[in-house]
């Protein structure tokens, strides 16, 4: 896998000042949550919103995306890095797979809230973006 783990992945569009951190910050962060769409079960089927876990919601995107690009629904081996975005208060999660020869690339983008932010800088795990 080629995944940056010390400089991360540069992706267009987004911010140039991130920093990568390993994705098991965000793993052991489980009340760190979003609200995804699903389908409801039952007879009456209609979109609700879930609350789940930021990495949670982040892995179950990343694992539709390879299927949909034609990795087996199975075992499938992945690498995955997380790059935060101080000045836009962003999280976006870098998965890379090997389907059928090729490396696959998914970004998931999360938009943390000035609550979460704050959570996290009180607890030493996120840094506001300073100029030196």
Do not use: C
């Not at 892995?59 to 075992?75: C, K, L, S, Y």
């Not at 998931?108 to 979460?116: R, V």
Request: no cysteine; hydrophobic share 40%.
């Amino acid at each position: 896998m080629a995944l940056d783990p010390i400089r991360g992945e540069t992706i267009e569009g987004y911010d140039p000042v991130f920093r990568v951190v390993p994705a098991s910050k965000y793993a052991d962060q489980p009340k760190l949550t979003t609200i995804v769409k699903r389908i409801s079960s039952g007879k009456f089927k209609r979109e609700i919103d879930v609350e789940m876990p930021l990495w949670k919601a982040a892995i179950q995107d990343a694992m539709m995306a390879f299927v949909n690009a034609g990795a087996p629904p199975g075992e499938l081996a992945y690498d995955a890095i997380a790059q935060e975005y101080p000045r836009s208060g962003m999280v976006v999660f870098v998965f890379e797979a090997t389907i059928k020869g090729e490396n696959v690339y998914h970004y998931t983008p999360f938009m943390l809230s000035k609550a979460q932010i704050a959570d996290l800088t009180t607890r030493n795990l996120w840094q506001p973006y300073t100029v030196n």
